[in-house]
């Protein structure tokens, strides 16, 4: 074994060894540094909040009594959430849940908002159903003979109008034409200095009726809702509204009835004279409600 310039020998094609005893010169020793732990994201409070305050949101948005308290914390639950987002080391899923609860719960309140004021509407303005019942006497019993005999004659229509008399009722109001004057012009003009006289051929009638209110609104409701309008024989509506006269004796319209409260009294409406007798008054107890067609004699 050759030992020059202190190598040791090696075989063709093979790299010199160091000597022996001294250090080789190789490619430095690599040293890996160790990662830093990942810090932990803190608590988003924000978020929190804004989770409490929709949660409580969307629980009062669907309490019919509440709608309110919804409407007030849902929003500001909104605003949070989005805040809570854009916190930066802050945890997120509570500002996401948020976000969704209440977007949520303002669709779920809107919904509770609608389905209760539609009910509120039919409580107060009435249902469409509304049902006839005769006086007793001739009167009744001929309209009862009449309806089996002609299925087509049915009560309360224009061609075979109810008799003056007849209870017309809905779910909330009970309404009778008591009596109706074809002849009182001069019983209108004479009840207040601020009436005018009916236009040339034209006269004012008087309808006496009862307005009961048979509802369940604790609150009540007006007789406004009953309407009493004329309708000539040709098919022309006329109300009371298309020349305002004080009627002798009004029937208080804007007084609150609760249950069972009637109120009475006279409305006055001009027809044309040609055909005074010949017209039908269309009733309408309740604003929803159907019509029925009473006889004016």
Request: glycine share 10%.
């Amino acid at each position: 074994m050759s030992h020059q310039q202190g190598y040791q020998q090696t075989a063709p094609g093979q790299p010199e060894q160091p000597p022996l005893g001294q250090p080789g010169y190789g490619p430095p020793t690599q040293t890996r540094t160790p990662r830093p732990a990942k810090a932990k994201k803190q608590s988003n409070v924000v978020g929190l909040i804004a989770l409490i305050a929709a949660a409580l949101g969307f629980i009062f948005a669907c309490i019919p009594g509440a709608l309110i308290i919804g409407w007030i914390l849902l929003p500001i639950a909104f605003v949070l959430a989005i805040v809570s987002l854009f916190l930066k080391d802050k945890v997120k899923w509570t500002g996401v849940t948020a976000l969704i609860v209440s977007i949520v719960g303002t669709i779920v309140g809107f919904t509770v908002f609608f389905a209760v004021v539609g009910t509120s509407f039919d409580n107060a303005f009435g249902s469409g159903d509304t049902t006839i019942a005769a006086p007793s006497g001739d009167a009744g019993t001929n309209d009862q003979a009449a309806a089996k005999e002609d299925p087509a004659a049915k009560a309360g229509t224009r061609e075979n109008p109810s008799p003056i008399g007849s209870v017309v009722a809905s779910d909330d109001w009970r309404v009778v034409i008591n009596s109706v004057t074809l002849a009182a012009t001069d019983a209108v003009v004479a009840a207040n200095q601020f009436n005018e006289r009916p236009a040339k051929g034209s006269q004012y009638i008087l309808v006496n009726y009862s307005a009961t209110y048979i509802g369940d609104d604790p609150d009540g409701q007006m007789p406004a809702f009953v309407s009493i309008e004329y309708v000539t024989a040709n098919g022309t509506t006329v109300n009371g509204l298309d020349k305002l006269v004080a009627a002798p004796k009004p029937i208080d319209t804007t007084s609150t009835l609760y249950k069972d409260g009637t109120a009475t009294g006279n409305t006055a409406i001009e027809v044309p004279t040609a055909t005074a007798g010949q017209g039908v008054l269309a009733v309408r107890p309740g604003m929803l409600a159907d019509k029925v067609f009473v006889a004016v004699k």
